[in-house]
């Protein structure tokens, strides 16, 4: 099985900066995408960032210029750097990783059980 550990959440003042982590783990495979979605109460899992094996990266309009999301290949991790907080940025925030697994023959969606964040005075 794969595992993705999410890390970093926690609360923030408006204006300060967290940083999250999620760790990938478990059978060999290669990953293609890793991204970070976020869902806050009442509201449908939106996009916040993905990054591509190829370094290719996507960010959503609301946290274009705020957030940066990376990875380190050689530990099979993926960041995201989140800066200027909002009290909107509220959210549980969910790792994904579109991965091929080898052990099951299969390219496959894995998330994290998700962290919470939130931005408040």
């Known amino acids: 099985q794969v595992q993705l550990a999410e890390s970093g959440g926690g609360l923030v003042q408006p204006g300060g900066s967290l940083r999250l982590s999620c760790a990938a783990s478990?059978?060999?495979?290669?990953?293609?995408?890793m991204g970070w979605y976020r869902q806050a109460p009442g509201k449908e899992r939106e996009l916040v960032a993905t990054?591509?094996?190829?370094?290719?990266?996507n960010y959503a309009d609301p946290v274009k210029g705020r957030f940066a999301i990376s990875k380190d290949n050689a530990e099979n991790t993926v960041c995201l750097q989140m800066n200027s907080l909002k009290p909107e940025d509220t959210a549980v925030y969910y790792c994904?990783?579109?991965?091929?697994?080898?052990?099951?023959?299969?390219?496959?969606?894995?998330w994290g059980q998700g962290t919470q964040v939130t931005v408040s005075s």
């Open positions: 990054i591509t094996k190829s370094g290719s990266t």
């Open positions: 994904n990783a579109d991965l091929y697994n080898y052990r099951l023959g299969l390219r496959k969606d894995y």
């Open positions: 478990g059978n060999i495979f290669t990953i293609y995408d």
